[in-house]
């Protein structure tokens, strides 16, 4: 069966960290561009950071960079997403893609294209 799982959304101060996980399954995982892209509540989903099928390529949206580290272990199936200095503006539910086609890594997150699979979503709330 094909699909994401995200974990490791939670409820952090603004200033802390977490790290969230999105685990995939039922494909070759290593031919997938991957991205985190969050929705706030009555805002429309935005990308977050995406990163190429080796790694060797990613993208941050303006609002992270230097806050947010995308990494990925095609071992373990797994891309993760580093966030420090949280903002009670990142609060929202993140969520995982990926796609197939060959596309560069802001293109992704720009959401020009259609995704083939997305995850369910991790809620983060950053709150004091």
């Known amino acids: 069966q094909l699909q994401l799982v995200e974990s490791g959304g939670g409820l952090v101060q603004p200033g802390g960290s977490l790290r969230l996980s999105c685990a995939a399954s039922?494909?070759?995982?290593?031919?997938?561009?991957i991205g985190w892209f969050r929705q706030a509540p009555g805002k429309e989903r935005e990308g977050v950071s995406c990163?190429?099928?080796?790694?060797?390529?990613?993208n941050y949206a303006d609002s992270v960079k230097g806050r947010f580290t995308i990494s990925r272990d095609n071992a373990k199936n797994t891309v993760y997403l580093q966030m420090n200095s949280l903002k009670p503006e990142d609060t929202a539910v993140y969520y995982c893609?990926?796609?197939?086609?060959?596309?560069?890594?802001?293109?992704?997150?720009?959401?020009?294209?259609?995704?083939?699979?997305w995850g369910k979503g991790t809620l983060v709330t950053v709150s004091s």
């Open positions: 039922g494909f070759t995982f290593n031919y997938y561009t």
């Open positions: 990163i190429s099928g080796s790694g060797g390529s990613t």
């Open positions: 893609a990926a796609v197939r086609r060959v596309i560069t890594v802001q293109t992704m997150c720009d959401m020009t294209y259609p995704m083939d699979y």
